[in-house]
Each structure stands twice: as C-alpha cells, then as structure tokens.
C-alpha cells in the first residue's frame, strides 16, 4: 500500500466523555481539481509577477511554497521540473497589505473604596468614573492570482483569484486610574497567514489534499462487541473490528434476512459500523449495502444518510486518485484506517 496515501486516525477514548465516545476522525484523502497525468504528471512552476515592488518579498514567498508543495506532494507521481513541465504555473501577487485601526468604547466603570470601618471592619462604597476601552484591529490582506497553463500548447487550463483577509485584535483600557495599551499586532505574521490561506486553497486544485471527517460508531443497543470492535478501530485495527460487528449481525448477515422488530436496534446499528468499518477500509461496495441496510432496520436514522453518501464520494474519490496516477491500479486499499 502507497503508506503517503493512508489515512491518520485519532481517536477519543472510548467513553472518556460524551462528547468523545465512539467518534473517530479520519485523515481522509481527496483528490486534485486537475489531472495532471494526461500531461505526465510534470510541474513547473514559473514567474509570479509583483506589480508593486514591495510585493516582491510575497511573489517569491508564493514561488517556493508552490516548488515545496509539489514535491511533497501526496501525489508521489508528480515531479516538479524547473521548466518543460507538463502543466506551468504562473501567477501575479496583487495585494499584500496590513491595515490597523483602534477602536474606542467610553463606558462607566466602577471600583470599590474602602469607606471607614465598623466594629474594626472595613467598609466599601462603590465608585463610578469614566473609562475606554481600547481594541486594536489589525487585518492582513492577501490577494493573488494563479494561472495554469498546458505546458506545450500554452491553453490556460485554470485562472482564479483568490482573495483572503486574516484579522486580529487585542484590548487595553484607559481611565484615571488604569492605562494598559492593547498589544502590538505583528503585521508580517498576520499577511503571511493569510497568504497561507490561498496558497492552500489554490493547492487543492493542483495536488491532493487531506480532509478531516468524524464518524459517529454506534453501541449496538449495548453489545459488548460492538464496544470492542471501537476498540479496534480505536487502535487503528479495522480489520479486526469487522468480523467483532459481523458478529453482532449473526444470522441476519444474509441479504433478505427477516431481522425482527426487536432486534433492529441491535442490527441495524451493526451494519452501519459494520459499513463505516469496509468504508475505511476501501471497501465501498460493500460499505454502501451494509449502510442501506442499515437505514432500511432504522428509517429514523436520517444522520446515516450522508456516511452513505459519503461512502459513494470516497469511491469517486479513488477513480480520480487512479486516473490522477495518485493510487497504483492495483492498491485496493488506500483509504485504510492506522498510523501512516
């Protein structure tokens, strides 16, 4: 298995709150907007263009990154190539600007006073006087554009501008009897985050990406196997998980199967683990009939609806990974539950 294709899991502890209990979160990969293998999967990155000077220092920021992502990418088929590339990449930065701005509230504020004392103990009064509190704002703006172009025939194949805004503020106050400035805001941190930003989002038309989904495993109406097989999810063990919930659903494995009312409970939920546990492990056939019969057991299961629909975008998913040359033909399970 291509290991740079697995999916992390990090887990809960099974109980360990309410919040947590039987939730898993995959590192699920998704492919690239492009395909790229039509063009042999080559890259080169070319000028990005700085219309303002001082948007140099961004441009050649933007140029690196892009070199960095491509041969990092998850995609190990890709090779970046300094000219020639099947694919080029140019672009333009054209904003990469700070603004700041202080904003002012004036407001009473109160203070106690020690006013005398009574049989020895202290007595307070309540002051008003007049303060303002102090917000520094500061936003870093990032604006660029890239371009993608077919390496022999020079057709634009992608043009986008993306634009991104990161904002920040910190507090003081000022008053007769309090003056604290609001903490500087490095400008330079907050544009480069947001150039981050698009650099990550126009990543994702090039190159694979990774998402993060949870996914809700049920109890079984309180079967210890099902406990157990969470377990083994939880140690990154899904193939072990599978026949814990296969065991659950017994005789009923059998398409056509007449599970009666009281066990569909119990049932219905060990076919949907049962088909998250064969989701993540690549299996999506079987992943999407033991979830429709899951729902078919437990109609009142709307949320089951979208891992099912999940399930059958993951198996597209796979196709664009092969096509894209991400996933060798004969890699079954790439989308497999562990540590990569």
């Known amino acids: 298995m291509n290991r740079s294709l697995a999916i992390g899991l990090l887990l809960c502890a099974f109980g360990a709150s309410t919040a947590c209990a ?9 492919p690239a907007m492009l395909n790229a293998a039509a063009v042999g999967n080559t890259m080169t990155v070319g000028p990005i263009a700085a219309p303002n000077p001082a948007h140099l220092p961004a441009a050649a920021e933007f140029s690196t990154a892009l070199q960095g992502r491509i041969v990092n990418s998850l995609n190990r088929s890709i090779h970046l190539v300094p000219a020639g590339g099947g694919v080029v990449i140019t672009g333009a930065v054209l904003a990469n600007d700070y603004g700041e701005t202080m904003e002012r509230n004036n407001r009473t504020c109160t203070r106690q006073v020690q006013n005398g004392t009574v049989n020895g103990v202290p007595q307070y009064r309540t002051d008003s006087y007049p303060c303002t509190d102090l917000r520094r ?10 371009q993608v172009t077919h390496g022999q025939n020079g057709t634009v194949i992608f043009d986008q501008m993306y634009e991104f805004a990161q904002q920040t503020a910190t507090t003081g106050i000022t008053s007769s009897y309090e003056n604290r400035t609001p903490d500087y805001i490095n400008p330079d941190a907050l544009t480069a985050q947001a150039r981050g930003v698009n650099l990550e989002r126009f990543a994702r038309v090039i190159l694979p990406w990774q998402e993060q989904v949870h996914v809700d495993f049920e109890d079984c109406n309180g079967d210890a196997r099902c406990r157990q097989g969470f377990d083994l999810v939880q140690a990154g063990n899904l193939e072990g998980a599978e026949p814990l919930f296969t065991q659950v659903i017994g005789q009923y494995a059998q398409a056509g199967a007449a ?13 949907y683990n049962r088909g998250l546990t064969r989701e993540y492990l690549g299996r ?11 729902m078919a057991l437990r109609p009142d299961e709307t949320d089951w609806q979208h891992e099912l629909e999940s399930a059958q975008q993951m198996a597209r998913d796979m196709e664009a990974l092969r096509q894209q040359g991400a996933v060798s033909n004969e890699t079954q399970n790439v989308q497999r539950a562990g540590t990569p």
């Open 137 to 146: 704002v500061g936003t870093g703006i990032s604006r660029v554009q890239f």
């Open 284 to 294: 999506y056939t079987q992943a999407v009939v033991d979830i429709t019969r899951a």
């Open 259 to 271: 599970v009666p009312p009281n066990e569909a409970e119990r049932i219905g939920e060990a076919f």
């Open 22 to 30: 039987r939730t898993a979160t995959f590192n699920v990969v998704r």
